[in-house]
């Protein structure tokens, strides 16, 4: 119990509710049967401010240990109870949307109240998968090792996290009843592309978002969509994205020396999963970093490596993290500067 309790060190100075918070969140689990079988919390040290690149990397490593993980199976159960821990040990406060109803989706929104109500969102797909769907998840555990330092980063709005669950359809025989709508089944299995998935995920979660007021006040959304694999990766530019929004990025990038991950010359792409839901619901806001190379099915990818996906290779997910930190950052410094301009 000591040990586990010292992971919690990072957080003390400065957020003694977060961290108090945090130790009886922990407590509970260490008297819960259930609990017991989460991974642990990565130890890893981090500065007030700053992003992880080592933690981004523990948090891949820990889910990924998880294995396939089926809505209703013991892997998927944990997961979930990970992603929620993890969160509310960095400070957020969090909420599944969706309902208990068996096959319904289940989606992570963490929050950190700012002085505004109006919202700068980071959005990243995560994965309930079976035993032939590999999960990916360089963007949960991207989202993961960004919410300590934005909880202790600049606070003039409220950053919200939001981890879209993605799901294969579930295994059915004979006349077994369908979970959800039929056609929503349907639609999942007649794509077997992993990027369309992650769409009909969003497309629920957007929904679910609209139904509590949670995008009224959206200023920006910023999608996250890595894959784990190449350590140097190559980030397109997208053509939905808002001009403005997107030459940030780069211009970011290229102020921290990481002109070959986000390269002037980079493709130009039209990204679908969470960015085509957001702007099809009338959300145009948004800025997407995908990947150059053309995505791919992580089923297909997992069953020709013979190799979970994110064990056992470096995912370059800490260049992505320390400019999209930054840059969100400048974000919300240009928001303050037209908000100011306006009164």
Sequence with gaps: ??????????????????????????????????????????????????????????????????????????????????????????????????????????????????????????????????????????????????????????????????????????????NAKKSMDSVVWESIESRTHARERVRIGAEDAIRRLEEVGKLDRLRIAIVLEPRTGPAVPRMARDLRSQPIFRSLFWETAADLGFGEVFPSDGEWRSPSGIQAALQAAGYGQVVSLVEESAPVDVAVAAAASGVMQGAQSKSGLGPIGLVTYEALVRLMERFERIDAFGK
């Excluded at 319904?104 to 109240?113: M, N, S």
């Excluded at 300590?148 to 919200?160: C, D, E, I, W």
Aim: hydrophobic share 45%.
């Design 1 to 174: 119990m000591n040990s586990l309790l010292s992971n919690l060190s990072y957080r003390v100075a400065g957020r003694r509710s977060h961290y108090s918070r945090g130790i009886l969140l922990l407590g509970i689990c260490l008297l819960s049967q259930a609990c017991s079988t989460i991974p642990s919390h990565p130890a890893v040290k981090i500065l007030d401010g700053e992003f992880s690149a080592e933690l981004a990397e523990a948090h891949l490593v820990r889910l990924a240990e998880l294995g396939p993980r089926r809505f209703g199976a013991e892997a998927a159960a944990r997961a979930q109870a990970y992603l929620e821990r993890e969160m509310e040990l960095a400070g957020a406060e969090s909420t599944w949307l969706g309902t208990s109803r068996e096959g319904d989706p289940r989606h992570l929104l963490a929050t950190f109240p700012g002085d505004s109500e109006d919202i700068v969102m980071l959005v990243a797909p995560w994965s309930l998968l079976g035993d032939d769907r590999w999960a990916d998840d360089a963007g949960a555990a991207l989202l993961l090792a960004l919410a300590p330092t934005l909880a202790s980063g600049p606070a003039a709005y409220t950053r919200q996290l939001l981890l879209v669950e993605v799901r294969s359809p579930p295994e059915e025989s004979g």
